[in-house]
């Protein structure tokens, strides 16, 4: 899979590796630069890595999916644009939520009002 450099690269690769099922991630590694080491004798040495140098690696989707949830446990990532993401900060603060979670949990129970289905069900259409 190639993954283009972009400011998203992270959510990019994210969405593609949490919407597989199953199976393994194909991923190719590029390598150059530099190896610092030290000899035998104690003296510092560096080593140029060749620009071509790569290794391949079939990521099983299950230990990745795995990995998030030991370092994300029962999270996920929501990426919003400056504005919308002022707006929901000064909701927070103008109620006095502590968290997030409390925030989103707040205007989602306002959009679930019984007198706010219309606007829901035309917000959802």
């Not at 790569?54 to 999916?65: A, F, G, I, M, S």
Request: hydrophobic letters at 35%; aromatic letters at 14%.
């Amino acid at each position: 899979m190639a993954v283009p450099c972009s400011y998203d690269l992270n959510l990019a690769a994210a969405k593609y590796f949490y919407a597989l099922d199953g199976g393994e991630i194909p991923l190719l590694f590029l390598f150059s630069g530099s190896i610092f080491y030290t000899t035998t004798e104690g003296r510092l040495q560096v080593e140029r890595v060749s620009w071509n140098k790569e290794c391949t690696y079939r990521l099983p989707v299950q230990e990745w999916k795995q990995l998030m949830e030991q370092h994300y446990p029962n999270s996920e990532w929501l990426y919003l644009q400056r504005e919308t993401f002022d707006r929901l900060w000064a909701y927070k603060r103008q109620n006095g939520l502590a968290t997030w979670e409390q925030t989103i949990e707040q205007l989602l129970a306002t959009v679930g009002s019984p007198q706010n289905d219309q606007r829901t069900q035309e917000v959802i259409a």
